[in-house]
T-cell receptor, first 115, second 113 residues
Framework: DQQVKQNSPSLSVQEGRISILNCDYT??????FLWYKKYPAEGPTFLIS?????DKNEDGRFTVFLNKSAKHLSLHIVPSQPGDSAVYFC??????????????FGKGTLLTVNP | DAGVIQSPRHEVTEMGQEVTLRCKPI?????LFWYRQTMMRGLELLIY????????DSGMPEDRFSAKMPNASFSTLKIQPSEPRDSAVYFC???????????FGPGTRLTVT
């Protein structure tokens, strides 16, 4: 049972345009969400996070939106740059369940930004 | 800081052999995680430690897998005996409690023939 789903295996956008990566979750206990970026032959690196008490968090070109009623979050990258080309993972945790630091990951979306 | 260090980066072994993967977390981090990444299952948590104590090993696939953390700066993941279906990339990650931003190592690509 996949609790975190990234339904688009890949996404291609032009440099300078907006990239929108989507993520859906099924576990209503999840209350903290993260996005990681992964380049080939490297480990995932943390990008941005959001708590369920917020619906938006912004960090430079990256913005994460959370829609709790729809159990959906999205990552917006504006403007997209060729260096953003990587696999993006959505992850979720039930933070309020005591000291539970387990992260459940989606399968990732490969973003390609074309010059 | 050197980041999370994993060794070896690549391991090729024959079915039935013992495999040991190693991880050195970032100094000062009190949580350590072992993940496995495959095409079919994505990135899945195997086990995690807090202050060198295993907290949750529910993701360990079977008794052939074992993990230890003898001290704050070293952990091992052992597979004995290894099988072709264990072929995957194994990641180690660490972080300091009260944040959720785990820092990943570069991974070990394991191939079992």
């Amino acid at each position: 049972d996949q609790q975190v789903k990234q339904n688009s295996p890949s996404l291609s956008v032009q440099e300078g345009r907006i990239s929108i990566l989507n993520c859906d979750y099924t576990n209503s206990m999840f209350d903290y969400f993260l996005w990681y970026k992964k380049y080939p032959a490297e480990g995932p690196t943390f990008l941005i996070s959001i708590s369920s008490i917020k619906d938006k968090n912004e960090d430079g070109r990256f913005t994460v939106f959370l829609n709790k009623s729809a159990k959906h979050l999205s990552l917006h990258i504006v403007p997209s740059q060729p260096g953003d080309s990587a696999v993006y993972f959505c992850a979720a945790s039930a933070k309020s369940g005591g000291s539970n630091y387990k992260l459940t990951f989606g399968k990732g979306t490969l973003l390609t930004v074309n010059p | 800081d050197a980041g999370v260090i994993q060794s070896p980066r690549h391991e090729v072994t024959e079915m039935g052999q013992e495999v040991t993967l190693r991880c050195k977390p970032i100094s000062g981090h009190d949580y350590l995680f072992w993940y496995r990444q495959t095409m079919m299952r994505g990135l899945e948590l195997l086990i995690y430690f807090n202050n060198n104590v295993p907290i949750d090993d529910s993701g360990m696939p079977e008794d052939r897998f074992s993990a230890k953390m003898p001290n704050a700066s070293f952990s091992t993941l052992k597979i004995q005996p290894s099988e072709p279906r264990d072929s995957a990339v194994y990641f180690c990650a660490s972080f300091k409690g009260r944040t959720y931003e785990q820092y990943f190592g570069p991974g070990t690509r394991l191939t079992v023939t």
